[in-house]
């Protein structure tokens, strides 16, 4: 199993072209209008520059520029303060899109906390698969995949009490015994992947699963760490494995509609971003490499 890093990676070239205009397009606006208006002022009252200028409403000119700084600045800060992002509310069937984009830059990094990584994988399983006949600009990709400690004793998943009074979630390890198979399924695939495509020297690629204690609760799909997807499990969900069997806590990540934030919204979603990345990592630094029962126990 491949080892990953916590450090950044590059967001692509068009991502730093739009930070570059968005900072210094303001700056270079204004300056071009308050050298405008100071000229126009100048002009009007220094003969020379004015003839030199041959011009003759200097003032009305100024005046004029001067209206205009003030407008692009109430413009700019009214359209920052309605701009909301261009996908606010996404389904986690639509993550395909998402790790597509991701997969356009030449440093991809993807990062999911959940529950087995189950809809996630299914994405990234045909895109690194893509990779032996189109790698296009992709040089390196890191995947980290944080999924709870199914070895512990846990509420969700669990089965549903026996008593039709009580409901409450009793531990049932043969359950968490198939959640275990299931990651270490999904675990064992992308990690061959990664070791066939890292092998000819071409591409770099990592993938890697940990566990976290707890619950299964958020669902966190961070892509090239400029964008980031959050929603909350239906802890409450239940299912049957046979139609006669016991009923088990079982959260349907499928179902789990996501918020959408990115660095190229508002300040506050950057802010949000920044956030999430930094509570992504820290829970990774703390997560434990899985050690998974071997097949021939199962």
Not at 21 to 41: A, H, M, Y
Not at 138 to 152: A, W
Not at 198 to 211: D, F, H, N, S
Not at 251 to 272: C, F, H, I, M, Q
């Amino acid at each position: 199993m491949s080892s990953g890093g916590n450090g950044p990676t590059g967001d692509g070239v068009g991502q730093r072209l739009r930070r570059f205009q968005e900072r210094f397009e303001p700056l270079v606006t204004r300056v071009v209008l308050i050298g405008i208006f100071v000229t126009g002022l100048i002009a009007q009252f220094v003969k020379p520059v004015g003839e030199a200028l041959e011009g003759k409403a200097f003032l009305g000119g100024a005046l004029l520029s001067l209206v205009g700084y003030v407008l692009y600045d109430a413009v700019r800060e009214l359209s920052s303060s309605v701009r909301v992002p261009s996908r606010a509310l996404v389904n986690s069937s639509q993550l395909g899109g998402f790790v597509s984009e991701a997969f356009q830059a030449r440093r991809v990094e993807i990062s999911f906390l959940g529950y087995t990584g189950e809809t996630l994988y299914n994405e990234l399983y045909h895109r690194l698969e893509g990779l032996f006949d189109n790698p296009g600009p992709t040089r390196s990709v890191l995947v980290r995949i944080l999924v709870p400690d199914f070895g512990q004793p846990m509420t969700v998943p669990s089965r549903v009490g026996d008593d039709t009074d009580d409901t409450r979630p009793v531990d049932d390890p043969a359950f968490r015994l198939r959640m275990i198979r299931r990651c270490q399924e999904y675990d064992d695939i992308l990690s061959d992947l990664a070791v066939r495509l890292t092998a000819p020297g071409k591409l770099t690629v990592q993938c890697e699963y940990r566990c976290y204690p707890g619950i299964p609760r958020d669902k966190i799909c961070i892509f090239n760490r400029g964008q980031v997807l959050h929603g909350l499990y239906d802890v409450s969900a239940r299912m049957r494995l046979r139609e006669s069997g016991p009923e088990f806590y079982d959260p349907k990540g499928y179902r789990t509609d996501l918020n959408v934030w990115s660095r190229e919204g508002t300040a506050a979603a950057e802010a949000a971003v920044a956030t999430w990345i930094k509570h992504f990592d820290d829970l990774w630094f703390l997560a434990k490499r899985p050690d998974w029962p071997q097949r021939a126990a199962a």
